[in-house]
Nanobody, 120 residues
Framework: QVQLVESGGGLVQAGGSLRLSCAAS????????MGWYRQAPGKQRDLVAV???????NYADSVKGRFTISRDNNKNTVYLQMNSLKPEDTAVYYC??????????????WGQGTQVTVSS
């Protein structure tokens, strides 16, 4: 069974930094793209950043220049470095990965979510 386990959320003051991590575990063949999404109360879940297996990245306009996504393919882990945090970044952050199971087609997997709260 494939699992994505997130860590690194918390409470930080505006202007501060946090680093999120998400590790994939279980039995699978390979991981394609990995990304981070966020969902604020009463709002839809939106893409924050995504990174391909080859390292190509894409960011939401609202986080460009402040957030950096990276991954360690040897550790099956994706990271999100968040700098210059703003109160509007407050949300539950979810890790996502496109994973090829053994003998199975590619499927989307989600982490359990980690709360990020930025105080003004």
């Amino acid at each position: 069974q494939v699992q994505l386990v997130e860590s690194g959320g918390g409470l930080v003051q505006a202007g501060g930094s946090l680093r999120l991590s998400c590790a994939a575990s279980g039995r699978f063949f390979s991981i394609n793209a990995m990304g981070w999404y966020r969902q604020a109360p009463g709002k839809q879940r939106d893409l924050v950043a995504v990174i391909t297996k080859g390292g190509v990245t894409n960011y939401a306009d609202s986080v460009k220049g402040r957030f950096t996504i990276s991954r360690d393919n040897n550790k099956n882990t994706v990271y999100l470095q968040m700098n210059s945090l703003k109160p509007e970044d407050t949300a539950v952050y979810y890790c996502n990965a496109e994973i090829y199971g053994i003998g199975l087609p590619r499927s989307d997997y989600w982490g359990q979510g980690t709360q990020v709260t930025v105080s003004s």
